[in-house]
Antibody
Framework: QVQLQESGPGLVKPSETLSLTCVVS?????????WGWIRQPPGKGLEWIGS???????YYNPSLKSRVTISVDRSKYQFSLKLTSVTAADTAVYYC?????????????????WGQGTLVTVSS | QSVLTQPPSVSAAPGQKVTISCSGS????????LSWYQQLPGTAPKLLIY???KRPSGIPDRFSGSKSGTSATLGITGLQTGDEADYYC???????????FGGGTKLTVL
């Protein structure tokens, strides 16, 4: 059973960079899946942020693309999210997930295993 | 405003059947696979249905998915109080080049 665990600061100041890491357990991060991030503002719905294949190829939400970087570190069995120039609108629970692509490194099809989520608040 | 449209809420009695709709367009639902997620209060979403109508291991056959044209439906039979949750549909949008989700539907089991 794949397990994912997010970690990172729970409070980030406006204009700074949000950085989160997701550690993957009981599954090789180099197998034929991608790894992604989804967020959920308090009381609202889900928003896809982006995903990364183990080769490093990425898909990003166009609405966030200019501020987002998702990378994978196969040696540490983890992948990471960086979101720059944050504002209060970026306050959300951030989930990491395993992603099945349409074909290997292709566009995301579905998210089959999720982390428990971590709340990140943007405030001074 | 979500790209995929779901009813904000549905309700039904225990033991009954309920359906949740998800409406989109040719850029998303009609030409791509659809998935459904269940989010119990205070927990992470859980995959219920993938590739329109397939159930992951461990998901009971009370849950079913179907798709026709630009719309999809999640069906739940034999409702239980433990099914009370938010349900989301999601798919790839080929025009936006992004994963899009519905706004979510809150299921109440009366």
């Amino acid at each position: 059973q794949v397990q994912l665990q997010e970690s990172g600061p729970g409070l980030v100041k406006p204009s700074e960079t949000l950085s989160l890491t997701c550690v993957v357990s009981d599954y090789s991060i180099s197998n034929d899946y991608s790894w992604g991030w989804i967020r959920q503002p308090p009381g609202k719905g889900l928003e896809w942020i982006g995903s990364v294949y183990h080769s490093g190829s990425t898909y990003y939400n166009p609405s966030l693309k200019s501020r987002v970087t998702i990378s994978v570190d196969r040696s540490k069995y983890q992948f990471s999210l960086k979101l720059t120039s944050v504002t209060a609108a970026d306050t959300a629970v951030y989930y990491c997930a395993r992603v099945r692509g349409y074909y290997g490194s292709g566009p995301p099809d579905y998210f089959d295993f999720w982390g428990q989520g971590t709340l990140v608040t943007v405030s001074s | 405003q979500s790209v995929l449209t779901q009813p904000p809420s549905v309700s039904a009695a225990p033991g009954q059947k309920v359906t949740i709709s998800c409406s989109g367009s040719s850029a998303n639902i009609e030409n791509n696979y659809l998935s459904w997620y269940q989010q119990l209060p205070g927990t992470a979403p859980k995959l219920l249905i993938y590739d329109n109508n397939k159930r992951p291991s461990g998901i009971p056959d009370r849950f079913s998915g179907s798709k026709s044209g630009t719309s999809a439906t999640l069906g739940i039979t034999g409702l239980q109080t433990g099914d009370e949750a938010d349900y989301y549909c999601g798919t790839w949008d080929s025009s936006l080049s992004a994963v899009v989700f519905g706004g979510g539907t809150k299921l109440t089991v009366l």
